[in-house]
């Protein structure tokens, strides 16, 4: 049997040393735990550790999330789209019905309230994640702030949506999918989806190749002033990508009010209408035809409406088809 002498186990020991030392010093700035305060695994799954920063907040996962809550609509849609229905103990707050695709994933998942719970009854559900579609579900004064539920072990994802940095674009959906399905180690889920989405927004995109884009007022609501949608939201893609120009585009916000005068003056050939909440599709274009300022609207006068349920002006997993839907009623003659 060969012994290594003394003198040269030493030597190796150090040269060992040298090299485990930088690689013990790359983990996170949090020491290498996540907020319920995990260390990393001997036997960590493939691609953890993995760190991510959204919307300001950075967090390493040493695995993937277990037991989740998501609160919106499009937050719940983006988990049952990569197939991750057991991870959820619970939902709140849905502004819609689930799509039909995910109707079955989503039957058994727990509904913790009609809008959000209170915080009490969201750490009853004991999540060790929480992924909100609206910075309203991290409201600090219901004691559901982001850093408050990181004290409480419970980790938090915010749609991209509220913190992206200029237009929002489908590239954000993809990088929101995307991020997701490295969160819960599902990444090869998550390029299937991006890549079938690509093919679906190409697939619209070579049906108006030769069209040309209509404006497009977008009334969300209001009476005194109209509600619309300005260039920095989903919507404002989505609406470029279905043929559409947004009139509003200038208006620098995802939302934001209008004047009338101002929709007069820019004479929209059609109008998108957001539906969603106790006020119907019917009253609103009842609102805009009976309104004598607007019977001059080029979008007015030929009763052009499209519709939109609200569901899917936001930055989720429906914006592909949302894209289709919408050219097929701004453009029936050319997309079918």
């Known amino acids: 049997m060969h012994v290594v002498p003394r003198r040269r186990r030493a030597l190796i020991a150090v040269a060992l040393s040298a ?39 950075t967090t390493t996962y040493q695995a993937p999330p277990k037991r989740v809550v998501t609160m919106n609509q499009h937050a719940t849609e983006v988990m049952l789209a990569l197939g991750l229905q057991k991870s959820l103990v ?34 009853a559900a004991n999540p060790d994640f929480v992924y ?5 579900a991290f409201d600090a004064g219901d004691g559901r702030a982001r850093d408050a539920l990181r004290n409480s072990g419970v980790n938090t994802r915010l749609n991209l949506e509220n913190c992206t940095q200029g237009k929002t674009t489908l590239d954000d959906v993809y990088q929101e999918v995307r991020e997701v399905g490295r969160t819960f180690g599902v990444p090869d889920r998550a390029e299937k989806w991006i890549a079938d989405a690509r093919a679906t927004v190409a697939g619209t995109a070579e049906k108006l190749k030769k ?42 916000k995802s939302f934001g009010d209008a004047t009338w005068e101002q929709v007069v003056a820019r004479r929209p050939e059609s109008v998108v209408i957001y539906d969603y909440g106790s006020t119907t599709v019917a009253q609103k274009e009842k609102r805009l035809l009976d309104d004598p300022v607007l019977q001059d609207v080029p979008a007015i006068k030929n009763k052009r409406f499209a519709v939109m349920p609200l569901s899917e002006v936001v930055l989720g997993v429906r914006a592909p088809g949302a894209i289709a839907e919408l050219a097929a009623q701004l453009h029936p003659e050319t997309v079918k």
């Open 19 to 57: 090299v485990l030392l930088p690689l013990a010093a790359c983990g996170d700035s949090t020491d290498g735990k996540d907020a319920t305060g995990a260390k990393p695994a001997a036997d960590a799954p493939r691609g953890f550790p993995y760190t991510v920063t959204n919307c300001g907040v």
């Open 90 to 123: 619970g939902t709140a707050y849905l502004d819609d019905k689930i799509l039909p695709a995910y109707a079955e994933a989503y039957a058994d998942v727990p509904v913790l309230a009609k809008e959000y719970p209170s915080k009490e009854k969201l750490l």
């Open 132 to 136: 909100g579609g609206y910075s309203s």
């Open 211 to 252: 069209v040309k884009p209509l404006s497009v007022f977008v009334y969300d609501s209001g009476d005194k002033a109209a509600f619309t949608a300005g260039g920095k939201g989903i919507g404002n893609e989505l609406i470029t990508r279905a043929g559409g120009r947004n009139v509003f585009a200038d208006l620098d």
